[in-house]
């Protein structure tokens, strides 16, 4: 069997492990909040073009 094969088997079996061991939520909790945050996204002045930051090689991180 090839490395990047038994890489493949063991992330899917990691996968399988993590979703049997947590509950993905069901309730609105988060899908309540998706409104107000689009609401309060819409009320955010957009930066123009012009006045963003000049960024150097050096900024990247």
Known sequence: MSASKK?????????ETLRAGVDV??????????PLLLTRLSQV????KGD???????DTE
């Open 25 to 34: 939520p069901t309730d609105t909790y988060i899908t309540g909040d998706i």
């Open 7 to 15: 890489q493949r088997e063991r992330v899917a079996q990691v996968g």
């Open 52 to 58: 963003r930051p000049k960024r150097s090689k050096g």
């Open 45 to 48: 002045e957009g930066v123009r």
